[in-house]
């Protein structure tokens, strides 16, 4: 084993790197739809041992960032190339800027981890420091990853459990920050296992498979409750699966729109839904200006009945100026328009423009097509809803961001509305929809999640799928809805305890790191 340590530890210039690289590569495997946890341990504890190679060298600190940002690279570019898909709906206006996306993405996320291991320096002065501080400083990256610049809180350490939902379960009470940092210190300390130090190399590592394996054990508790339904409350989950390039092509509106009604009233095999819920931008038009097809929607509600869609929507101010919203409409029984949610946390560079004119003058526009940048609504709202519990609407990847997802007063679940056409058909579809499962532990609430072109489901409050309709299928899902759980610690508190568990081991670090006696 010391062997292995030593190798890692002796390699130097652009071996390093490319090491480095390599492990935030295999560490991406780790993520949906691959699920192989231990890589990203692993990928952890050798960073690490890279890390350690550096020493006191001359211009330690450009080396240690120079490292963290190839392990970043690495992760982001495998956890993320399916990005790329999303500049192929329209080739002709954004596939030259495929090469630049795929670099220039992984590489400005990959700045967050370079940033951690700087940090990581100022405490590098013993074993057991340099696990602690560097644990703290890479998950402290992953929460400012969430927040800075609107956030893009992907593919966090949490995520690598997917394969583990006993694991996952931690979430109810840490959250996804809390659990990458405890994901993140079990993989880092590993790397202890690797040293030639015997005395009190395996202390760490033993203690953090100890604490795993009573997460685990806790969560296989936890996961043997079962979930009651929501009486009379009855869900049907439209997946019109249109390609992207299609779903707007005035060829296609007349089918694109005859689908989602004929699905919505296609015959099941169970109760007729009392809830039909359609997915982001759902119907191919502005609604506003089709009287037709509200017409329709009165229809299709009835006196029974309730939809939820998402759909485009605009005003007009006193100016005349439009406004662009991406929303989710509520309409009751008749037709009647209950209520309209807009979304808050708009996508840079799909939805809106940052630095507009700057990008405008080097050819580079917003990925969804219309006249401006859409507006932002004003936050999580929670909706009153005919025949249900409060709901509250997100949508597409306002699932993401952790302590954000619930308005006041507190719905009793969740609705997400998406449209993973621009994710393709491999690890991104497979990603949002864990991402989402997570939420929902994290809250105590289901989650119904409504896909253009997949992955539909129904998720109850611990993240179980109940009923689900996959990629590249057109259907209707039909489905019960799962009654929420008492509110849960996290939902309480938010990311108190991983601000708690930062403090710690940055102070026991910093304790640690005074007696240079490991140099």
């Not at 997915?279 to 506003?288: I, K, R, T, V, Y």
């Not at 037709?335 to 405008?360: C, I, N, Q, R, T």
């Not at 509250?392 to 997802?405: K, N, S």
Request: proline share 6%.
């Amino acid at each position: 084993m010391a062997s292995i340590g030593d190798f890692f530890r002796g390699l130097d210039g652009w071996k390093r790197f490319i090491a480095a690289g390599t492990a935030g590569a295999l560490s991406a495997l780790a993520f949906a739809p691959y699920n192989i946890f231990v890589l990203q341990l692993l990928g952890y504890g050798v960073l690490l041992l890279l890390l350690e190679g550096i020493g006191h060298r001359a211009y330690r600190t450009a080396k240690f960032a120079l490292i963290g940002w190839a392990f970043g690279f690495g992760q982001f570019f495998v956890g993320l190339f399916w990005i790329g898909n999303a500049f192929q709906v329209d080739a002709a206006a954004h596939a030259w800027q495929i090469p630049f996306v795929l670099v220039l993405l992984p590489g400005g996320l990959a700045l967050f981890p370079a940033l951690a291991c700087i940090v990581a320096t100022g405490f590098w002065q013993n074993g057991t420091s340099r696990i602690l501080s560097l644990s703290a400083a890479l998950a402290l990256s992953q929460y400012l990853r969430g927040h800075v610049l609107t956030g893009f809180p992907w593919n966090l350490a949490a995520y690598g459990w997917g394969a583990v939902p006993e694991v996952l379960q931690s979430a109810a009470v840490l959250g996804a920050y809390g659990l990458s940092l405890l994901t993140i210190l079990f993989g880092v300390s590993l790397a202890g296992v690797f040293g030639r130090s015997r005395s009190r190399a395996f202390v760490l590592p033993a203690l953090m498979v100890c604490l795993f394996a009573l997460m685990w054990g806790a969560g296989a508790m936890r996961l043997r409750t079962a979930v009651a339904d929501v009486a009379n409350v009855r869900l049907r989950i439209v997946q019109p699966n249109i390609p992207e390039a299609e779903k707007f092509e005035p060829q296609f509106v007349a089918r694109n729109w005859q689908r989602l009604i004929d699905l919505s009233r296609a015959r099941g095999q169970g109760p007729a839904p009392t809830h039909i819920i359609w997915p982001e931008s759902a119907p191919p038009f502005l609604l506003s200006r089709e009287p037709a097809a509200l017409d329709e929607i009165a229809v299709l509600t009835g006196t029974n009945h309730m939809l939820i869609t998402g759909a485009a929507r605009v005003t007009r101010d006193s100016d005349g100026a439009r406004h662009y919203y991406n929303s989710v409409y509520f309409f009751g029984h008749g037709g009647a328009l209950e209520g309209v949610y807009d979304k808050f946390h708009l996508v840079p560079f799909g939805e809106y423009l940052p630095m507009e004119s700057f990008f405008h003058a080097i050819g580079i526009d917003k990925l969804v097509n219309s006249p401006g940048g859409f507006t932002a609504g004003s936050g999580p709202r929670t909706f009153a809803v005919p025949g249900a519990p409060p709901v509250g609407p997100l949508v597409c990847y306002e699932v993401i961001f952790p302590d954000e997802v619930t308005g006041r007063p507190r719905p009793k679940w969740l609705v997400n509305v998406t449209n993973d056409a621009w994710f393709g058909t491999f690890s991104g579809p497979y990603q949002h929809l864990l991402i989402a499962q997570v939420r929902a532990i994290e809250e105590g609430l289901p989650i119904v999640r409504a896909a253009g072109t997949g992955i539909s489901a129904i998720i109850d409050p611990m993240g179980r799928i109940t009923a689900e309709l996959g990629l590249d299928r057109a259907g209707a899902l039909d489905g019960t809805l799962p009654q929420a759980l008492p509110t849960t610690f996290y939902a309480l508190h938010g990311d108190v305890l991983f601000a708690g568990l930062i403090v710690l081991l940055a102070g026991l670090g910093g304790i640690l790191a005074r007696p240079a006696n490991d140099q």
